[in-house]
Nanobody
């Protein structure tokens, strides 16, 4: 089971760091990704990192503002978000894909957990 945490209420322009941890599962065997889902919208890709942690890919909306990283010692994956905008408001989910390379194809993700809500206010 994956668990995303770190969400909260922030103002436009502020930063937030999301964490994704797992119990009973070693994340180092997976490529990882962050997705988000705003009310009334489909889940959309945000960022992904490969299994080795040395290659990343971002959505256009996340590029330049968000950074995905992983900590093998802590069995965790992070999403550092800066310059938050109103449109970043969503529930953020982390997913694990049993593959080496990163992927923005949602069907590659085999494991998900409950999301964490990020609310950006003006």
């Amino acid at each position: 089971q994956l668990q995303a945490s770190g969400g909260g209420l922030v103002q436009v322009g502020e930063s937030l760091r999301l964490s994704c941890t797992a119990s009973g599962r070693t994340l180092s065997t997976y490529a990882m990704g962050w997705y988000r889902q705003a009310p009334g919208k489909e889940r959309e890709f945000v960022a992904t990192i490969n299994r080795n942690g040395d290659s990343t890919f971002y959505s256009d909306s996340a590029k330049g503002r968000f950074t995905i990283s992983r900590d093998f010692a802590r069995n965790a994956v992070y999403l550092q978000m800066s310059g938050l905008k109103l449109e970043d408001t969503a529930v953020y989910y982390c997913g694990a894909a049993p593959r080496e390379g990163y992927t923005n194809y949602i069907r590659h993700y085999r494991h998900w957990g409950p999301g964490t809500l990020v609310t950006v206010s003006s």
